[in-house]
């Protein structure tokens, strides 16, 4: 049979950070489950999994380099909203056209 899963993705930007958002209504993640979910192997499933279980961990690890946080809210049986935030970079003029200028050389 077709499963149809619908995924949102929002942005919002200010003058400080960009968010980024990644939803589901899908079957969502349980409290217990919700601390552990950044480590390295963990899965939310049992049974028949794809992955390694670091996809997560890894994104985590570059988030928190870049200066960002990342982190998810979640129901039962609602889904899951997975988030990043980043700060918010500006250059000024003449840095932008200064990495546009090199990368053409």
């Known amino acids: 049979f077709l499963q149809v899963i619908v995924i949102r993705i929002a942005v919002e930007v200010d003058e400080q950070t960009v ?3 990644v939803a589901d209504e899908g079957k969502g993640i349980s ?3 919700l601390s552990e979910i950044f480590e390295p192997f963990f899965r939310a499933t ?6 390694t279980g670091l996809g997560l961990t ?3 690890e570059i988030v928190t380099l870049h200066g960002g ?4 809210e979640s129901v039962l ?3 899951s ?3 990043v935030q980043l700060p918010r970079v500006h250059h ?3 840095e932008t056209e200064s990495r546009h200028t090199s990368s053409r050389q």
Do not use: L, N
């Open 19 to 21: 968010r980024i958002c």
């Open 31 to 33: 409290a217990e489950m």
């Open 46 to 51: 049992e049974g028949r999994v794809h992955g």
């Open 58 to 60: 890894i994104s985590k």
């Open 69 to 72: 946080k990342i982190w998810v």
């Open 77 to 79: 049986e609602q889904g």
């Open 81 to 83: 909203q997975f988030y």
């Open 92 to 94: 000024t003029s003449s």
